[in-house]
C-alpha cells in the first residue's frame, strides 16, 4: 500500500471507532441527556455532616449544595424534632429537585444558579432519606437525622 493509502485507512479505522464510541455512549432509551454524574461515591471518600442551626426566628436551618458529580454536600444532616428550613443551592450545571418522601416533601426543580428552600415540621426522632429524584440512581441521596 502505498502512504497516502494507508493514511487514509488509518484515518478512517479511527473515524468509524469514533462513531462506535459515541453510538455506545448514547442509551437506547435516550435516558441520559447528560454525563455529569459519576453514580458511585468515590471509596474512602467521607460523607459531609452538618448540625442545623437555629436561626434569629429560632427555626433550625441549614443550606445543602447540590456538586457536579451528582452528590448532596452535606449529604447527612442532623437536627432536633420540630420545624427544619432547608435551602438547597445548585451551583452545578444540572438541573436538581430535592425531596424527603417519608416526610411528604419536594422541591420544584432547581436550575444552575438557583436555590430554593423547602420547610419541614419533623415531629418524630428517626432517620430520613432524602433525594434528588432526577439523580438518585447516581447516588445523589442523604439522611435526615432527628433527634
Given at each position: 500500500m502505498s502512504g497516502s493509502?494507508?493514511?487514509?485507512?488509518?484515518?478512517?479505522?479511527?473515524?468509524?471507532?469514533?462513531?462506535?464510541?459515541?453510538?455506545?455512549?448514547?442509551?437506547?432509551?435516550?435516558?441520559?441527556a447528560h454525563v455529569s454524574g459519576t453514580g458511585a461515591a468515590v471509596a474512602g471518600e467521607p460523607s459531609v455532616s452538618a448540625t442545623a442551626q437555629p436561626a434569629a426566628d429560632g427555626v433550625q436551618q441549614v443550606v445543602i449544595d447540590t456538586t457536579d458529580d451528582n452528590h448532596f454536600?452535606?449529604?447527612?444532616?442532623?437536627?432536633?424534632?420540630?420545624?427544619?428550613?432547608?435551602?438547597?443551592?445548585?451551583?452545578?450545571?444540572?438541573?436538581?429537585?430535592?425531596?424527603?418522601?417519608?416526610?411528604?416533601?419536594?422541591?420544584?426543580?432547581?436550575?444552575s444558579?438557583?436555590?430554593?428552600?423547602?420547610?419541614?415540621d419533623v415531629a418524630a426522632a428517626g432517620s430520613y432519606s432524602f433525594v434528588c429524584t432526577f439523580h438518585a440512581h447516581e447516588g445523589m441521596t442523604g439522611s435526615l437525622v432527628v433527634s
Open positions: 493509502v494507508a493514511g487514509r485507512m488509518r484515518i478512517a479505522v479511527a473515524a468509524a471507532a469514533a462513531g462506535a464510541l459515541t453510538l455506545t455512549a448514547c442509551s437506547p432509551s435516550g435516558s441520559r454536600r452535606p449529604d447527612a444532616v442532623f437536627a432536633h424534632p420540630g420545624k427544619l428550613r432547608i435551602t438547597i443551592t445548585n451551583p452545578s450545571v444540572v438541573p436538581v429537585d430535592f425531596a424527603i418522601p417519608a416526610l411528604g416533601v419536594s422541591s420544584t426543580t432547581i436550575f444558579g438557583n436555590s430554593t428552600t423547602v420547610t419541614v
